[in-house]
């Protein structure tokens, strides 16, 4: 049943079999259901990775914008060519599951190894950007002392 909260007003449907199943019957769709549960799993994984495949090609589309000019034009190629490889194996109606799911396997590893490098470079890009702009060069011939020092207090004549 709804209600609706403005109005007030409520419907409700009821749907009802004009006979109760037999045992007989529930007793043959349990064996169906039981006889086909291997091929509805199977049916399920591939759906599944078929789906994971899409969401990463789309997925990958924003990335690839995010890594121009972070990652080598080398590196960023391949992984562009195994996702158009993959989006062309998404393509037919009767997909290749098997080599969809061992593209995609290359590609997150591909992917991986590309983030791994730029996690590399970043500490080193970090370095660099810690040091002031305006900060004089040292002078190579200047020396620096490391001392300790106390700090008295000045007496002010009032």
Do not use: H, W
């Amino acid at each position: 049943s709804a209600k609706d909260k403005g109005t007030g007003k409520e419907q409700s449907i009821r749907i009802t079999g004009k006979e109760a199943l037999t045992e007989e019957e529930i007793k043959k769709m349990t064996e169906q259901a039981k006889k086909f549960e291997k091929a509805d799993q199977k049916k399920k994984e591939e759906a599944e990775i078929i789906n994971q495949a899409d969401a990463m090609s789309y997925s990958n589309e924003k990335l690839f914008k995010e890594l121009e000019g972070k990652a080598s034009k080398e590196d960023l190629d391949g992984i562009k060519t195994l996702n158009d490889e993959l989006k062309k194996l998404l393509e037919p109606q009767k997909k290749d599951v098997e080599a969809i799911k061992a593209k995609l396997e290359q590609l997150t590893k591909a992917i991986q190894e590309v983030s791994t490098k730029l996690y590399q470079q970043a500490p080193k890009d970090e370095k660099v950007k810690k040091e002031p702009k305006d900060k004089k060069p040292k002078d190579k011939n200047q020396k620096t002392y490391d001392a300790d020092y106390k700090v008295k207090d000045k007496k002010k004549d009032d």
